[in-house]
């Protein structure tokens, strides 16, 4: 069943595609960003937040959880990202049962030169609550400029390992070069013209800033 994979690949470029979406239906012009180009982009990840709909400086405060849990993952202070992931991801049962599967399945396995046996991920992302509002807002961390788009990703790996993998999802191409410990990993990703990749090496050319659901 492929069905890990396609989630994957749309978790890749999930907020990219997200950020696209909004933008271009609130008549921005495609570039949400500014960040220049340099041998080593990135960004600090304890920064301003910005609406996404607009990318004018988001100026709330709530509570950064966990997707599909209410797992603290830190807060937002008048727009001010405090990123504090868990150092150990404690899931209910049902969620994990659900979410907490093996980070591709046997069919993608076999595009790997590097694969450790077992190892299962978590890659659902963070979302930001306000008080008194129930509805949860996706965050994001991105730099987008029409067919770029950089991204980092946060996601918890069930032990260490090395992921080498060059897959082919319809007319996509996705590389994936992961030196994964147990626990949290930083990854980051890059998507053109010429496909996608992934990799826990910093890969990113841009600044990359948070942006949160409208």
């Known amino acids: 069943m492929r069905t890990q994979f396609s989630k994957l690949a749309l978790m890749a470029t999930l907020a990219l ?9 609130s008549g921005d012009d495609g570039n949400n960003n500014s960040g220049t180009s340099s041998p080593s982009g990135g960004g600090n990840e304890n920064s301003q937040v910005y609406n996404e709909g607009d990318g004018t400086p988001f100026t709330g405060s709530g509570a950064i959880v966990i997707r599909k849990t209410s797992i603290n993952a830190g807060s937002v202070t008048n727009g ?3 990123l504090e992931l868990p150092q150990t991801l404690k899931l209910p049962q049902n969620v994990a049962d659900k979410y907490f599967n093996d980070f591709l399945d046997a069919d993608e396995q076999r595009s790997c030169s590097n694969y450790p046996n077992g190892i299962k991920a978590f890659i659902e ?3 930001f609550i306000q008080p008194n509002i129930t509805r949860r807002k996706e965050m994001y ?3 987008r400029d029409g067919q770029l788009m950089q991204g980092i990703e946060h996601w918890y790996f069930s032990i260490e390992g090395k992921v080498v993998c060059n897959l ?11 030196d994964v410990k147990k626990g949290w990993n930083k990854i980051y990703v890059v998507t053109d013209r010429n496909g996608r990749k992934m990799s826990t090496d910093n890969i990113l050319t841009k600044e990359v800033k948070w942006f949160v659901e409208d």
């Open 17 to 25: 595609a997200l950020a696209l979406t909004l933008s271009c239906s």
């Open 80 to 82: 001010i990202v405090n």
């Open 125 to 127: 992302g963070i979302d």
């Open 141 to 143: 961390i991105y730099y």
């Open 168 to 178: 082919v999802y319809e007319d996509d191409v996705l590389n994936v070069n992961l």
